[in-house]
T-cell receptor
Framework: DVKVTQSSRYLVKRTGEKVFLECVQD?????MFWYRQDPGLGLRLIYF???????EKGDIPEGYSVSREKKERFSLILESASTNQTSMYLC????????????FGPGTRLTVT | GIQVEQSPPDLILQEGANSTLRCNFS?????LQWFHQNPWGQLINLFY???GTKQNGRLSATTVATERYSLLYISSSQTTDSGVYFC???????????FGTGTRLTIIP
């Protein structure tokens, strides 16, 4: 079974803090994704990585950066957290060698106060 | 970009009832997935179904790629089926999924 794990289920941070959200997958997938989900706005892609050290902006990259130093790990970084980044963050991975089917982690509910 | 519409937006049913959820998409796709988002927020993979029909227990799905729609059937609903169901698609050569806005299903005991 594919397993995608995220470092925290719930996180509370203060405005201006630097925040790291980590995602790890155990299926040797090339592709990894970060989404945020907000009521009424659905799931929106923040960043996508198709290989180690490679990244591509998604639909809403402003205020975020990412890091992929190892194939199994993809980190989302909020350089200076703001209250409008309070959201549910979901990580996913997929294989380029197979069907591109995406598998999701359990999500991190981030609250910025 | 590709547009994905799901209907109905909300559905409330008694336990034991059957339901059909629909996903329409605006372009040819080579990836179509159905997910169930549970009350804790996790997206659970139900089907990878860019075309054809699949069944898994009480759930089945059909995608008619030439007519650009997919249907998810849930039979003999249980309260644990409650949650939001998402359809997501990607067109050929694009690994990024576009999600529909979801159908919120509530099963009443």
């Amino acid at each position: 079974d594919v397993k995608v794990t995220q470092s925290s289920r719930y996180l509370v941070k203060r405005t201006g803090e630097k925040v790291f959200l980590e995602c790890v997958q155990d299926m040797d997938h090339e592709n990894m994704f970060w989404y945020r989900q907000d009521p009424g706005l659905g799931l929106r892609l923040i960043y996508f990585s198709y290989d180690v050290k490679m990244k591509e902006k998604g639909d809403i990259p402003e205020g975020y950066s990412v890091s992929r130093e190892k194939k199994e790990r993809f980190s989302l970084i909020l350089e200076s957290a703001s209250t409008n980044q309070t959201s549910m963050y979901l990580c996913a991975s997929s294989s380029r060698a197979a069907t591109y089917e995406q598998y999701f982690g359990p999500g991190t509910r981030l609250t910025v106060t | 970009g590709i547009q994905v519409e799901q209907s109905p937006p909300d559905l409330i049913l008694q336990e034991g009832a059957n339901s059909t959820l629909r996903c329409n998409f605006s372009d040819s796709v080579n990836n179509l997935q159905w997910f169930h988002q549970n009350p804790w927020g996790q997206l659970i993979n139900l089907f990878y179904i860019p075309s054809g029909t699949k069944q898994n227990g009480r759930l089945s799905a059909t995608t008619v790629a030439t007519e650009r729609y997919s249907l998810l059937y849930i039979s003999s609903s249980q309260t644990t089926d409650s949650g939001v169901y998402f359809c997501a698609v990607a067109y050929f050569g694009n690994e990024k999924l576009t999600f529909g806005t979801g159908t919120r299903l509530t099963i009443i005991p």
